[in-house]
């Protein structure tokens, strides 16, 4: 089923310009699933500073997970909790980066902390405050939304929400650009009456918007599910949760050619004052098993791309309105605190930590929360910039002129084409990956020279070589990685003509 949102709807017919009027351009070929951990994540007991482990137990003697159950990340003094056994992995394959210390100054309500991370906007006084980020750039993309949507060009919501209302993140001047869905199998229509009321009243304005809506909420609801049943998932790695069952019907609807660009899955439960852990077992319990469902579910959604070759296209990211305080309270839980860790997954996803290890004292302040390193809007600004291509003067005027520090988070997994080759056609690929030896690159080339560059996730050049391609066709080329150590690289392909980028892993 899914639901008309009115709660932040306007009534009026008129459309009101958005602050923000430059000419944005998403790039329409990618799409963003944002995981929401409502509640406030405790980010030390997700992401555990192996470093600081004996203050920690200082910390928290009754909830901190033994040192030996922990996951470690390779190079890093970093642990995440024993039940991200499929995160891990991910981050084992570059394709899971963790960004340390993230916060808003927002305080430690849950109302107007979630407000902040959902507008993008710290100051309450300002215009924007009532919009989501995302919905401003969509509103300059998209004017006048939501009337005149659906139309011959754009059948497809423009974001889609795993909920009864819309999403935050996406509401507009107008509308909400977020449509609700619970079950894309479940689409029933909304009947929306025929009763015109008087003409030209008040009233009859107001019937006729609510008549509009339920059009097309209709019209959206058609093409969610021809689109799930036209779509595919090939992992058989899902949980049967909630979770899973959200990222696996996302998978099915990008695969089935939806062309919407947001997809939010909200998963509450993160307000762990109580009971975050098991009174019997640590490793276990509320805060355990949210873990668990979200690690599963986007190992396996990532896993599901690949196999559906859409892994370039998709980019994830997780958040939370709030951490939890560094110390633990009297209840097996931690209280409101401050900073803590984001998610990103994907395949295009470039430095796999960013940030500082927090640093833990050896004595306990009451109600302490981690400080903050990395502003939320940094991160915000970066996906817009790197992923959906938006150029740097629009994205600071959308948060509010704040003096954005753009981040290393993302690849840009350049594919572009060539007259003589397709981009759909370059299939560039290495195998067997990961590789514990020699590795083979397979790829469709134009005739002539073609330069190899190989570098490292941090982008240090690992080593280049020159081919001159004889003809133009498929090609299957060794690589000389023997000599590597374990870990995640990429080959730059370039020539004149074309320009792409693959990633490989080496496993010793």
């Not at 030209?200 to 019937?207: C, M, P, R, T, V």
């Not at 990008?254 to 098991?278: A, C, M, P, W």
């Not at 915000?380 to 910039?385: E, V």
């Not at 753009?406 to 690849?411: F, H, K, R, S, V």
């Amino acid at each position: 089923m899914c639901a008309v949102g009115l709660s932040k709807f306007s009534f009026s017919r008129t459309f009101k310009a958005p602050v923000f009027q430059q000419a944005m351009s998403m790039d329409h070929d990618r799409a963003l699933v944002i995981i929401r951990l409502n509640g406030g994540n405790d980010g030390l007991n997700t992401v555990i500073p192996v470093d600081q482990y004996e203050n920690l137990l200082i910390q928290r003697p009754d909830i901190l997970i033994p040192q030996s159950d922990l996951l470690p990340l390779a190079g890093y003094n970093l642990a995440l909790h024993p039940k991200m056994t499929g995160m891990q992995q991910l981050f084992n394959n570059g394709e899971l980066s963790i960004i340390q210390n993230v916060g808003a100054e927002a305080g430690r309500s849950h109302f107007r902390a979630t407000e902040v991370w959902l507008s993008g906007i710290g100051d309450q006084t300002h215009p924007e405050s009532e919009t989501g980020w995302l919905g401003r750039v969509l509103d300059v993309e998209y004017p006048g939304f939501p009337m005149d949507y659906p139309n011959a060009n754009e059948t497809d919501p423009f974001a889609i929400t795993f909920s009864t209302t819309p999403s935050g993140t996406c509401e507009g001047h107008e509308g909400n650009f977020a449509h609700p869905v619970l079950n894309p199998y479940d689409t029933s229509n909304i009947s929306g009456g025929t009763t015109p009321g008087t003409p030209n009243s008040y009233a009859a304005d107001h019937l006729e918007y609510l008549q509009f809506l339920g059009e097309q909420t209709n019209e959206y609801n058609g093409r969610i599910s021809d689109a799930v049943n036209l779509g595919n998932s090939l992992s058989t790695n899902y949980g049967t949760d909630n979770v899973s069952l959200a990222m696996q019907n996302v998978a099915k609807l990008i695969s089935g050619g939806l062309q919407s660009k947001i997809y939010v899955v909200e998963v509450g439960g993160f307000d762990t004052h109580s009971n975050q852990v098991d009174a019997t077992d640590v490793i276990e319990g509320n805060h355990a098993n949210l873990w668990e469902k979200i690690s599963t579910a986007v190992s396996a959604f990532q896993e599901d791309l690949h196999l559906l070759n859409l892994n370039e296209r998709v980019m994830g990211m997780t958040f939370s309105e709030f951490g939890r305080q560094i110390a633990q309270n009297g209840s097996r839980g931690t209280d409101h605190g401050d900073a803590a860790c984001m998610f990103l997954f994907g395949s295009c996803v470039n430095e796999q930590v960013i940030g500082n290890n927090p640093i833990i004292d050896d004595f306990i302040t009451n109600a302490n929360g981690l400080d903050q390193e990395i502003d939320y809007r940094d991160v915000y600004s970066t996906l817009l910039k790197d992923w959906f291509g938006l150029s740097n003067p629009d994205i600071e005027q959308n948060f509010e002129d704040y003096g954005i520090n753009y981040l290393n988070l993302l690849d840009p997994c350049i594919y572009v084409g060539t007259p003589d080759i397709p981009k759909e056609q370059l299939n560039a690929k290495v195998y067997p990956n990961p590789s514990t030896g020699t590795s083979y690159l397979e790829i469709n080339l134009p005739e002539g020279p073609a330069d190899f560059i190989m570098v490292d996730l941090k982008g240090r050049l690992i080593g280049q070589f020159r081919r001159t391609i004889p003809y133009s066709g498929e090609h299957h080329l060794t690589l000389p990685v023997e000599q590597l150590d374990s870990g995640t690289y990429f080959l730059r392909i370039r020539s004149n003509d074309f320009d792409r980028k693959v990633r490989f892993s080496i496993r010793k």
